[in-house]
């Protein structure tokens, strides 16, 4: 398969992923906004959004300040937001026209129906109509998911687009986390505290996971669970284990279709190892930030691997 | 007489550069005016060179390098012993007809203002045409260093009435075109009559064709055919065509382009002593 | 004007054409209102598909739905064996011409062309002079555009030598007609043109360059997505089952061109590019060209990639050098061309010029490098201020232009509302040659004027297309 191919497969997988969390995000802040608090917690909310989404900096730089209005604009279809869900959509989507004859019918149907779609719902404003859009972006996710796997044939173009959702759905709950367990820990509050689970209970919506966390531990939400969840748990699609399952699975497919074994497969697997051998106790006595700092760093580095060895 | 060349071209990259394909239009060819002796190419990376000849007839070598670099020298050496035709080339072989010689680029197309000219420089035969045109030229435009680019066009530097040497040779082959007389672009070295051995750049000249001389030099930034002084190394239709290296980087970036060129004149009492410097 | 000849109902003797008589018959019996329904139909198959073709082009999916028309036009098998012997005649004379252009020019020496015309000509390439591409194929596919006056009257309008577009209408055309009217297809033998990719794909694999092998690499290069024909560019790699890939996806070493790939560089040995010599490669042509591959003059000129079609081919269908194609067809093959040319004045003779200019009311005056209908002037359709500008335009340089009479363009029976109506049409069939020989696909695309009385099929200018039928027996 021609490299350029694979490149924008990946990256139709990576920029749908990131179109549906984003979509997440701005879910969960709108459901905390709206809980019974005091205005600072409200603002606190829309703020942690812009957090999770990785773009705080960018969006302070571009002179708003955090408020409903703005943060729902800004990541949903802001025009100075190179990765708001609109342009990462229409990223998507002119990644995957590039390489048209490699998708099935479905799926390109499925990913240019979330174009169209996305195009004829506009900017909305209102709330309701706002949240429409949000379903609307999490159904193309599913979509497209669901086209890929019911129609695709299962060769390097299927892993490579797998491989890229993968990739940034890692990238995405580990960034979750992290801001998650320091930034929106105010001052004086301790963990466990009112407040706290709110967030918590945010960020499990977030994951889509509040219910799949009551399966698994059957009590109280609890931070040191939650992470174990979203770390550590294999059941749990969106976890860090998970994803570098994954991620190591289609390594390995490709790995095997091109009868060669090469430096991000090796990455991936030893990192695999780590998640095998890993307690939730001992990572939060070594510092959560600090462990999933080094695994953002690992995770690109892998990104960083896969473009070496198949993308160029 | 016997003149001596190192040319030196280092590309510098932002980053280091994969992979980089450079076509060098570096070597001369010998005819009756120039024997072409002991003539080397070196590149200070790993480096294929393939040979070939093009439908010009300039020795074109596809450079291709073999594992990443941030930077590439390409150094070529060389002597040939000149003498004087007059600017007269033969001994030759020329694959092209002279009518393609009559063909404009984007590079050489004449506008109203160099039509003018041509036909100001009167009747004639072409010879004679040819001289004086090649003295109006150096009359009217003026040389001056860093008046115009690589890709500045002939009509575009005849407007402003200066240029460099390619700057001159293309209006010439602009108006000489114009005239109804094929010529073309010459890119090569001049050792210099002032001494001035370090050079900053290659030199530039035209050539026209002259029905029963055949090809007849003509250097309008000097305003004189090329004498014994002069090393023709590649010709084109124009700058572009003659151009020394045209190159591309994959992965470099930017890059930055410095060019060291010595061309001296190799004395008999000095000849055991250059070549050892060289050595 | 007289009335034109018509495809189904000839010169006017009120009698229907042999090869038309099935269809007429199966037009008479139809339901009144059965072609507009499967008109209706074909709009939607097309729309469903046309979201496709925005896919592949721009955004305007509406504006690259060109009109299909669902009655067919219909080629009889004498027809058609004379047509094809024509049209393999004159693709060998342009191969050898290309040959002969770029090697020893004979025909120059013999006076056949003149010199001046051939090298000072925009599309001749002096890169490729005294060099033979692999297997000394040139022009490896052309797209002949024909127009009929009469029942033997065709002639060559254009010989479309260098990046001919249209195959994939004629692919797409045939498959929509086969779906829509199954039961005509049943009471015709029509000679089928999907064997088109098959014959395109043996044809680049005899094409192959020395040491390619067993099973030479082939790939479509195309400019890229915002190219107006990416759509066939796609369409046709899709079938032949070869890589789609742009410049970047190519890069030359030591002489050699690989692609890259998952598995790591690959070499390719046939390129079937759509993209102009301008800009194939930055280091021989348009320095500034981002679409090409630099170096790749380097290997093909070394013989270790094919190029389809060749550097240079322009030079055989520039439309001054159309105008010797006859005494071309005759220097190098004895024979007389079995296809007319349309009769043309070169107004860089003086003689032809004051003819053209005695009544340029009557003819179609065209610029010699102009292409698209640009820099035309369509005589009885001007105004006297468009005629006189152009007079002055003539006369200032005259080695700039052709005239030629205007044809009267065959007609074909057309839906038009609820009824059949008679529409002029062309012809454009696709010549494939290979060191294995000439070859034309059965059929061809045939362009429509939809407008009444319009000679301009152009889809730019409400141009449609119709399915050809090629007869057998």
Redesign the interface.
């Known amino acids: 398969m021609l490299s350029r191919t694979a490149d924008s497969l990946y990256w139709t997988g990576r920029y749908m992923e990131r179109a549906d969390f984003l979509a997440r995000i701005l879910e969960a802040a709108i459901r905390l906004a709206a809980l019974p608090a005091k205005d600072q917690a409200t603002v606190t909310a829309w703020a942690g959004a812009i957090a999770s989404s990785g773009v705080k900096s960018a969006f302070d730089a571009s002179g708003r300040t955090p408020s409903e209005k703005s943060v729902r604009e800004y990541l949903a279809f802001g025009a100075d937001n190179s990765t708001s869900i609109k342009a990462c959509i229409t990223r998507a989507r002119t990644n995957a026209r590039s390489v048209r004859t490699a998708l099935t019918i479905e799926l390109w149907e499925a990913i240019n129906g979330a174009w169209n779609g996305l195009n004829e719902l506009g900017e909305p404003t209102k709330r309701d109509d706002f949240t429409s859009y949000l379903d609307f972006v999490k159904s193309t996710s599913l979509a497209v998911e669901g086209a890929s796997s019911r129609t695709m044939l299962r060769n390097d173009a299927y892993w490579f687009l797998r491989l890229g959702m993968a990739i940034e759905r890692a990238d995405n709950t580990a960034r979750l986390l992290d801001v998650k367990y320091h930034l929106l820990l105010p001052p004086g509050e301790r963990v466990g505290g009112q407040l706290d689970y709110f967030q918590w209970t945010t960020l499990l919506r977030e994951v889509s996971a509040l219910t799949a966390y009551r399966w698994v531990y059957r009590e109280s939400v609890r931070p040191w669970l939650v992470a174990d969840l979203l770390v550590l748990n294999r059941q749990m699609p969106r976890s860090l284990a998970s994803c570098q399952g994954m991620i190591v699975s289609y390594l390995e497919k490709l790995a095997a279709d091109y009868g060669r074994r090469g430096p991000a497969q090796r990455l991936a697997s030893s990192r695999l190892t780590q998640f095998n051998e890993a307690r939730i106790e001992d990572i939060f006595q070594a510092g959560l930030h600090e462990y999933i700092q080094n695994f953002l760093n690992e995770n690109n580095a892998l990104a960083g691997a896969i473009h070496e060895q198949y993308l160029v | 007489m016997r003149i001596r060349i190192d040319h030196s071209t280092r590309y510098g990259y932002a980053r280091p550069a ?2 980089i ?3 060098l239009r570096l070597t001369p060819r010998s005819c009756e005016s120039q024997q072409v002796g002991d003539w080397r190419i070196e590149t200070d990376v790993d480096a ?1 060179l ?1 040979r ?1 000849e ?3 007839g300039n020795i ?1 070598h ?1 450079l ?1 390098t073999e594992r990443p670099t941030d930077s590439l020298t390409i150094r070529v050496m060389g002597e040939v012993s000149t003498v004087d035709t007059g600017g007269v080339i033969r001994g030759q072989s020329e ?3 002279p ?2 010689f ?2 404009d680029t984007a590079l050489t197309r004449a506008d109203a203002a160099i039509l003018d000219f041509a036909q100001a420089i009167g009747q004639g035969d072409p010879l004679d045409r040819m001289h004086r045109l090649m003295g109006a030229l150096h009359r009217d435009v003026a040389f001056e260093v860093g008046s115009t680019s690589a890709t500045h066009t002939a009509a575009e530097a005849f407007a402003q009435r200066r240029g460099v040497c390619q700057d001159h040779a293309q209006i010439f082959i602009s108006a000489a075109h114009r005239l109804g007389v094929p010529a073309r672009y010459v890119s090569g070295h001049l050792n210099r009559s002032d001494g001035q051995h370090d050079q900053d750049a290659a030199h530039a000249w035209a050539e026209a064709w002259i029905e029963g001389l055949g090809w007849v030099g003509f250097d309008p930034a000097n305003g004189i055919c090329p004498t014994d002084q002069y090393v023709r190394v590649a010709v084109g ?1 124009d700058a ?1 065509g003659a151009t020394p290296i ?3 980087s ?1 992965g470099g970036g930017q890059e930055s382009l410095t060019v060291a060129l010595h061309v001296r004149p190799v004395q008999q009492s000095q000849q055991q002593l250059q070549s050892r410097g060289w050595g | 004007m007289t009335k034109a000849f018509d495809e189904m109902n000839g010169g006017g003797s009120g009698s229907i054409r042999d090869s038309y008589k099935t269809l007429a018959a199966w037009l008479q019996n139809a339901p009144p209102d059965l072609l507009q329904a499967r008109s209706r139909q074909a709009e939607l198959f097309f729309r469903r598909m046309g979201v496709t073709f925005a896919v592949y082009g721009d955004e305007e999916s509406n504006e690259r739905l060109i009109p299909f028309d669902v009655v067919p036009r219909i080629i009889g098998a004498d027809e058609w064996s004379g047509l094809e012997a024509g049209l393999k005649q004159r693709v060998s004379a342009i191969n050898a011409f290309l040959k002969d252009i770029y090697g020893p020019q004979e025909c120059i020496k013999a006076g056949v062309v003149p010199a001046d015309l051939i090298l000072t000509n925009p599309h001749y390439r002096p890169e490729m002079q005294g060099r033979r591409p692999p297997g000394d194929v040139w022009c490896h596919i052309a797209g002949v555009d024909l127009v009929r006056t009469g029942e033997d009257g065709f002639y060559v309008l254009e010989d479309n030598v260098r990046t001919p577009s249209g195959v994939s209408y004629m692919l797409e055309n045939r498959e929509m007609m086969m779906r829509l009217f199954p039961d005509l297809f049943a009471e015709h033998s029509v000679r089928p043109v999907e064997i088109y990719t098959d014959m395109l794909l043996r044809s680049l694999q005899a094409s192959a360059p020395d040491g390619a092998g067993e099973d030479p690499t082939i790939v479509v290069l195309t400019p890229g997505p915002f190219n107006s024909a990416y759509y066939e560019h796609s369409f046709l790699a899709d079938k032949l089952g070869v890589e789609l890939v742009e410049g970047g996806d190519l890069f030359v070493n030591d002489d050699t061109v690989f692609m890259r790939t998952t598995e790591g560089p690959k070499r390719v040995d046939v390129i079937y590019r759509r993209i102009d010599d301008d800009f194939i490669d930055p280091l021989t042509f348009m320095p500034n060209s981002a679409v090409g591959v630099p170096g790749l003059m380097s290997a093909y000129h070394a013989g270790r990639v094919t190029l389809a079609n060749a550097v240079g081919t322009g030079v055989a269908d520039d439309k001054a050098v159309y105008t010797y194609m006859p005494q071309i067809i005759r220097f190098f093959t004895g024979e007389d061309a079995i296809l007319q040319n349309v009769p043309t004045w070169r107004c860089r003779e003086p003689e032809a010029l004051k003819e053209v200019l005695g009544k340029l009311d009557q003819l179609v005056v065209k610029e010699v490098g102009g292409s698209g209908g640009y820099g035309m002037l369509v005589g009885p359709a001007a105004t006297k201020a468009e005629i006189e500008a152009f007079r002055a335009k003539l006369i200032a340089d005259p080695d700039d232009f052709i005239a030629q009479p205007t044809l009267s363009l065959s007609t074909a029976p057309t839906l038009n509302g609820g009824d059949l109506s008679p529409r002029h049409v062309d012809l454009r069939p696709f010549v494939l040659s290979s060191p294995a020989g000439v070859r034309v696909a059965p059929g061809g695309l045939t362009r429509v004027a939809l407008k009444e009385g319009s000679l301009v099929v152009n889809s730019s200018q409400g141009g449609g297309t119709k399915d050809t039928w090629v007869l057998d027996n």
Do not use: I, K
Request: net charge positive; no cysteine.
């Open positions: 994969r992979f394909v450079q076509m294929r393939r070939s093009d439908a010009f074109v596809s291709y694959r092209l007809s009518l393609v009559l063909r239709l572009l045209r190159g591309t994959y």
